[in-house]
């Protein structure tokens, strides 16, 4: 088990959020929901009307002040795609739930000067605060706790949120002394004086997130991590896994080094991801490129879409994105192939098309059923050959030594295959194919 440092001097963070919540604003409007009414019950809507840091009534900070626990606070349509720059950090008191319109989303700044959120029960709850549909950016931790982002004394559930360019002294992104749940999640480009980018004092469930390009590593657990079909890698120079206690594995899941777990339980690769922009959906995320081992990795795939709503194939991507980019190719077989009389190889041929310009090995097999009797039964040969694709027809070809016997005039049946390209769409053609022998 790698060892990781610590903070033991850290500030409670129950102190912390306590100060904060001391400090922090009262709105000015009455605690009651306009328009929906006067008394809220569990899972009434608060709606916010403007886009205001403030305390005025139809803000943010207005909307979380009027909840008692249980209601959802969500926006105006019309504020879909909006930034939001809080004056100082709104806290939650209660468990709610803070949705943002799943097409576009809202953005919630720090204005680099403070954290966005802060979580502190005014009575114990086992209910968690859920974020939804949001991004989270520019948020500033202080103090040993960090949580530029989001700052919690009890359990949090993000679901389709990006965490991204919060700073602070540790854990820039996310602190929570308690558990957290993380569902098609993005968390990446926040930067540390030291310690990873989130923490999570018990356990910490990722699905289908993207953990990324934090500079002094991704998450520290001091309890169990949960991980199914999620990418923890690039977290700069600390590791991608700190201090977890123990981990609990399902589908597959992508690390850039071992700090989550050797080869045997983890898929250890560079995800080849691109830069944190703006692909759809409620915030930024990185795409899978081309090449990404990450494409139609999943096993036991739980969530039916992306970051972005965008629909999961059944074999999911690993990670917060579902990658759609496919590159159609035809692979056409030659109808006929010729031995070789002088070594017994058949000469393997044929052309592939492809939508867009691409290389990629293309492994080709030829087998061929004898007569009754014959040793061995099955004459086969296989190869690979690299092709080089584009939009007009590349010819291949390759000759394919059998690994016993001999092939004979007649029927044979080719399979080509494109290895090591999930993007690349069909991957293989079966044709039946005529054997002739060439000349000398």
């Not at 926040?190 to 923490?199: G, I, Q, R």
Request: net charge neutral.
């Amino acid at each position: 088990m790698l060892s990781f440092r610590s903070r033991a001097g850290r500030v409670p963070l129950a102190l912390a959020v306590a100060a904060l919540a001391a400090c922090a604003d009262e709105p000015s409007a009455p605690k009651r929901s306009l328009p929906v009414g006067p008394n809220l019950n569990l899972g009434d809507v608060v709606t916010v009307t403007n886009t205001s840091g403030g305390t005025g009534v139809g803000s943010l900070r207005w909307a979380v002040a009027q909840t008692t626990g249980g209601e959802i606070v969500r926006f105006d349509p019309a504020l879909a795609g909006s930034t939001i720059v809080v004056d100082s950090t709104v806290v939650i008191s209660y468990p709610i739930t803070i949705e943002g319109p799943p097409d576009k989303g809202v953005t919630i700044s720090g204005g680099d000067a403070h954290h966005i959120f802060a979580v502190y029960y005014t009575t114990p709850s086992a209910t968690a605060t859920t974020l939804r549909n949001l991004a989270l950016v520019n948020g500033k931790g202080s103090g040993s706790a960090g949580g530029g982002g989001f700052l919690a004394n009890a359990d949090v559930v993000l679901e389709n949120v990006t965490l991204s360019n919060h700073k602070g002294d540790y854990y820039a992104a996310f602190y929570t002394s308690e558990n957290a749940t993380l569902i098609n999640t993005t968390i990446s480009s926040n930067t540390s004086l030291d310690l990873a980018a989130a923490f999570v004092a018990k356990k910490l469930t990722l699905v289908n997130s993207t953990i990324a390009y934090n500079n002094e590593g991704g998450v520290e657990v001091r309890g169990p991590l949960a991980m199914r079909n999620s990418i923890i890698a690039n977290n700069g120079a600390g590791a991608n896994c700190q201090n977890v206690v123990t981990f609990e594995r399902n589908g597959r899941n992508l690390a850039s080094d071992s700090s989550c777990g050797d080869s045997t339980v983890m898929l250890i690769a560079a995800p080849k991801l691109d830069s944190l922009r703006d692909n759809g959906g409620p915030g930024k995320t990185h795409a899978l490129t081309g090449p990404s081992p990450a494409i139609n990795a999943g096993k036991d795939c739980t969530v039916t879409v992306d970051q972005r709503y965008v629909t999961r194939d059944a074999n999911c991507d690993l990670g917060a994105y579902e990658f759609k980019d496919f590159t159609t190719a035809t692979i056409a077989n030659n109808a006929s192939l010729t031995i070789d009389p002088t070594t017994g190889a058949v000469l393997a041929a044929g052309s592939v098309t492809c939508s867009t310009n691409e290389t990629f090995d293309l492994a080709v097999e030829v087998s061929q059923q004898q007569k009754p009797g014959k040793t061995p039964p099955v004459v086969k040969a296989t190869g690979k050959v690299t092709v080089t694709c584009s939009t007009t027809a590349q010819a291949w070809g390759t000759a394919l030594a059998p690994s016993s016997g001999q092939f004979e005039i007649g029927n044979a049946v080719i399979t080509t295959k494109i290895e090591g390209a999930p993007w690349i769409i069909p991957a293989t053609a079966t044709n039946l194919v005529k054997l002739f022998r060439g000349r000398k």
